[in-house]
């Protein structure tokens, strides 16, 4: 007897899109805009609003979890245990101590270390949906067609090409997000862990959000992936030796 091979349950998939799309769309076309640049809190908690934006992918990603739990084969900690929490504490260490300028008048290695906490934030809430389950969902399909529908999917979730950007910054654009998802992917598949894959995502977001000047910011991240690969590294020794 011959096993039917899986397929691609893509009403779920279209579930995803919709529910990612329609919650992150009014922050995506900077309808709330005018609203929460208005909102303040003291000591700069009003940033939380940035996470506004990443509530699509995270919320899709929560409720196709549990409405197509089958194909799902990642969890928050994954195969290395506490290595992604560990991962985040070293990115929030390192931005405390270097610091962040801003115009909030506030200590700059505080807001260097809760910059740091809300891109670490943004980028699990996005990875909870793109990786956390977009990923699952279309393994049936070849790498090259899956890295490239999911990176379609993403870059039209965020709507920038409706931001009057060049052709040229969009081609760029994508094409991060291209390299990234295949990364991303990748990396999910060998530790089942959104936290880690989350916290890679982030280095993204530092590169465009941490106020430093670029060539500190380069080698500061580039030392800061080092470490993390050395830290994966020695996580995936030791856990063939416990198998």
Not at 167 to 175: G, K, M, V
Request: net charge positive.
């Amino acid at each position: 007897m011959i096993n039917a091979q899986p397929q691609v349950k893509w009403k779920y998939v279209i579930i995803f899109v919709l529910i990612a799309y329609l919650i992150s769309a009014p922050a995506n076309l900077g309808f709330l805009s005018k609203t929460l640049d208005n909102f303040e809190l003291p000591f700069g908690l009003d940033q939380f609003k940035i996470l506004i934006q990443g509530l699509g992918p995270f919320v899709a990603g929560l409720v196709l979890r549990r409405l197509h739990p089958n194909v799902v084969d990642s969890s928050p900690r994954g195969k290395y245990k506490n290595t992604g929490w560990i991962m985040f504490g070293i990115s929030i260490v390192l931005l405390t101590v270097i610091g962040s300028s801003n115009d909030k008048g506030l200590n700059p290695y505080y807001w260097g270390g809760f910059t740091a906490i809300i891109l670490s934030c943004h980028a699990y809430f996005e990875e909870t949906g793109w990786r956390g389950y977009l990923e699952h969902a279309l393994q049936p399909l070849s790498e090259p067609i899956r890295v490239l529908l999911i990176s379609v999917l993403w870059y039209l979730w965020h709507l920038s090409f409706l931001s009057g950007n060049s052709i040229q910054a969009e081609l760029l654009f994508f094409t991060i997000l291209l390299v990234g998802t295949w990364l991303l992917g990748r990396l999910l598949q060998q530790t089942k862990s959104i936290l880690i894959v989350a916290a890679f995502h982030s280095i993204f977001n530092l590169m465009q959000w941490w106020d430093l000047s670029f060539t500190p910011k380069i080698i500061w991240l580039l030392g800061l992936v080092v470490v993390w690969v050395l830290l994966l590294t020695f996580q995936k020794r030791k856990y063939k030796i416990q198998e």
